[in-house]
């Protein structure tokens, strides 16, 4: 089954400062890679997708890359705020026999001091 | 629009005991979720359903049950609970098709759970 690595575990960074999260994924029928933010106490958000078929996606202050070759895609966050604060979880799906097979990494605990 | 409701949002249990998580969507969504998550572990899957009257099991299905009679509903069951099932549980819904990928997922708040 797919397997999905998530790095780091834990990330502190100075507000103004970019932060990055790196993922890799196993299986290469995945074809829809989503970014989940999660705050303290709350369900996790979507804040950014990207599909198999484009490199490069960007929303204002966040990217998201994609290397379909290395099985790489990587969470990019610019200019942070302390709201960016919080945990991030990335996910590989696929469709499986009419089902959205998701798996999700193990999140990355991102901490925007001040 | 309240979109993925889950009740109750905290809960402790005995050993032993059973209790039911309830879930609602009311964005029409066919595709309906429940998923635990470990400190560290992410999120595993653990029931899902297709539409009402469809159900199947997810990577961690053992120790629950579901039920789908209607598009809006999907509660979790607890059977003979135990301290392994400790956890917070979020249900979720999403809008999908047989032969698509990459619709989006949303997430109810949250159930915390803990087994004593």
């Known amino acids: 089954g797919e397997n999905v690595e998530q790095h780091p575990s834990t990330l502190s960074v100075q507000e103004g400062d970019s932060a990055v999260i790196k993922c890799t994924y196993s299986d290469s029928a995945s074809n829809y890679f989503p970014w989940y933010k999660q705050e303290l106490g709350k369900g996790p958000q979507l804040i950014i997708d990207?599909?198999?078929?484009?490199g490069e996606k960007k929303d204002q202050r966040i990217a998201v890359t994609l290397n379909k070759t290395a099985k790489h895609f990587s969470l990019h966050i610019t200019e942070t705020q302390p709201e960016d604060s919080a945990v991030y979880f990335c996910?590989?799906?696929?469709?499986?026999?009419?089902?959205?097979?998701?798996?999700f990494g193990t999140g990355t605990k991102l901490q925007v001091i001040p | 629009n309240a979109g993925v409701t889950q009740t109750p949002k905290f809960r402790i249990l005995k050993i032993g005991q059973s209790m039911t998580l309830q879930c609602a969507q009311d964005m029409n969504h066919n595709y309906m979720y429940w998923y635990r998550q470990d400190p560290g572990m992410g999120l595993k899957l653990i029931y899902y359903s297709v539409g009402a009257g469809i159900t199947d099991k997810g990577e961690v299905p053992n120790g629950y049950n579901v039920s789908r009679s209607t598009t809006e509903d999907f509660p979790l069951r607890l059977e003979l609970a135990a301290p392994s099932q400790t956890s917070v549980y979020f249900c979720?819904?999403?809008?999908?098709?047989?032969?698509?990928?990459?619709?989006?997922?949303?997430f109810g708040e949250g159930s915390w759970l803990t087994v004593v």
């Open positions: 990207i599909r198999s078929n484009v």
């Open positions: 996910a590989a799906s696929r469709n499986s026999g009419g089902y959205q097979k998701v798996t």
């Open positions: 979720a819904s999403s809008y999908s098709t047989v032969t698509g990928s990459g619709n989006t997922i949303y």
